[in-house]
C-alpha cells in the first residue's frame, strides 16, 4: 500500500510500504478515505515534539470504510462507514473499567512513535484498529467532515471536565482548531459571553463567525481592561472570566488565561506544544483559580457526532483545503511555514 512516510524530520516520502496486519480477533482493517493534518503532527515534523521519532507514518485525525473484520467482530461489517479514537486503549486496566479511557495505563496514539511505543497511523491507504475505537458516521456526514470528528470531541472532553454553570463567561485562548471548536460547541451548550483571544486577525474574524461575542489580541495593553469591563456584572459577580479555555499550550497564552481569570475562576489547559511552561504562581494561589488538564477524548465521540448530525455545529468552515495523499509532503510545508489562511488540510488516500 501507499503511505507518507516521516522518514527524517521535515522529509516526508509518499512510498510503497507493507500492507498492515495481522487483523486480530476483535479488529477491523480500514480502508482510510481522509485523514486531517493536526498541528501536533506538524510539530511531530521537525521532532519539537519528541513523539514522532522517523520512520513513522503520522496521522490520527481519520475516517474510512471497513474493508474487514477479525473473526470476533460482531459490531460492524465490511462496507461500514466509520471514524475512531485516535488513542488505543486497552480496555481492560482500572482506568478504562471506569471510562476514563483517555488515562489507559496501556495507552497508544495512532501515528504517535516515542521512547515507550511506536505505532504508525492513518496517512496510509490501509489501517488496523480495535473494534472498541470505532463508531459509525451518520448518515449525511462526508469523509472528511468525520476526520475532524477528534478535534471537536478533544474540545467536547475539555468542557465536560470544566465546572460550567448557566451563563457563565468564557474565553478561549488561541483561535486554533482546538479553540475555534470549543467557541461552536460552548455557543451549542448555552454558555453566556464567549471571548476569542488570538494574535491572529484573520482567526479572530473566523471566531467571531462561530459565535464569538468578543474578540481580542491578547498583545494590546487595552484587553485586560475590556474583559474586565465586559465581565462587570455590577456587583452581582466579580469581574473576570468564569472559565477560561487555553488551547495553545505554551507560557504567554497560559500566562494571559491566569490573568483574565476572576477570583475563585478556572482555566481549562488543553493546549500541549511545551513539555514545560512557567506560571505565575501567586496569581493562581491568591485569586484560587482552579487550574484543569484535559487529556483527549473519554467517551465524547457519540455526542460530537449527533452534534454535527443534527448541524448543531459545523467543522465545514474549519477545513481549508482537501488534496490527495500523495501531495502531503507539499501541505505540511505550507502549514509548518504558517501560511495565512490554512486551519484544517484533510488529506485522502
Known amino acids: 500500500m501507499k503511505a507518507l512516510v516521516l522518514e527524517n524530520y521535515k522529509n516526508l516520502v509518499y512510498k510503497d510500504v507493507p500492507d498492515p496486519g495481522p487483523v486480530g480477533e476483535r479488529d477491523l482493517l480500514v480502508r482510510v478515505r481522509a485523514t486531517a493534518i493536526c498541528g501536533s503532527d506538524v510539530h511531530g515534523y521537525d521532532g ?8 513513522v507514518i503520522m496521522g490520527h485525525e481519520s475516517a474510512g470504510e471497513v474493508a474487514a473484520v477479525g473473526p470476533g467482530v460482531r459490531n ?12 488505543v486503549y486497552c480496555g481492560e486496566c482500572t482506568f478504562c473499567r471506569e471510562g476514563a479511557v483517555n488515562l489507559c495505563e496501556n495507552r497508544q496514539v495512532l501515528g504517535v512513535s516515542c521512547d515507550e511505543y511506536r505505532r504508525d497511523g492513518a496517512f496510509a491507504e490501509y489501517l488496523v484498529i480495535p473494534e472498541r475505537i470505532a463508531y459509525r458516521i451518520p448518515e449525511g456526514l462526508s469523509y472528511p467532515e468525520a476526520a475532524v470528528t477528534e478535534p471537536m470531541a478533544v474540545a467536547a472532553h475539555a468542557i465536560r471536565l470544566t465546572p460550567l454553570s448557566f451563563n ?3 474565553a478561549v485562548v488561541g483561535a486554533g482548531l482546538i479553540g475555534l471548536s470549543l467557541i461552536q460547541l460552548l455557543k451549542a451548550s448555552g454558555s453566556g459571553t464567549i471571548i476569542a483571544l488570538d494574535t491572529d486577525p484573520d482567526r479572530l474574524k473566523v471566531a467571531q463567525s462561530f459565535g464569538a461575542d468578543i474578540t481580542l489580541d491578547p498583545r494590546e495593553e487595552s484587553t485586560v481592561q475590556k474583559i474586565t469591563a465586559a465581565t462587570d456584572r ?49 496569581s493562581v494561589v491568591t485569586r484560587q483559580i482552579s487550574l484543569i488538564g484535559s487529556c483527549a477524548i473519554a467517551g465524547e465521540y457519540p455526542l460530537v457526532l449527533d452534534l454535527m448530525a443534527r448541524k448543531k455545529v459545523d467543522v465545514r468552515p474549519l477545513i481549508s483545503a482537501t488534496a490527495p495523499l500523495s501531495e502531503g509532503a507539499e501541505w505540511f510545508k505550507r502549514l509548518y511555514a504558517r501560511e495565512a489562511g490554512l486551519l484544517k488540510v484533510v488529506l485522502e488516500p
Open 234 to 282: 455590577g456587583g452581582a459577580h466579580r469581574s473576570g472570566v468564569d472559565r477560561v479555555f487555553e488551547a495553545v499550550g505554551a507560557t504567554e497564552p497560559i500566562a494571559t488565561a491566569i490573568q483574565i481569570a476572576r477570583k475563585g475562576g478556572s482555566v481549562t489547559l488543553i493546549g500541549n506544544v511545551s513539555p514545560t511552561v512557567e506560571i505565575p504562581l501567586q
Open 168 to 170: 457563565d463567561t468564557t
Open 76 to 87: 460492524f461489517s465490511p462496507g461500514d462507514r466509520i471514524t475512531f479514537d485516535s488513542t
Open 48 to 55: 519539537s515534539t519528541g513523539r514522532r521519532i522517523p520512520p
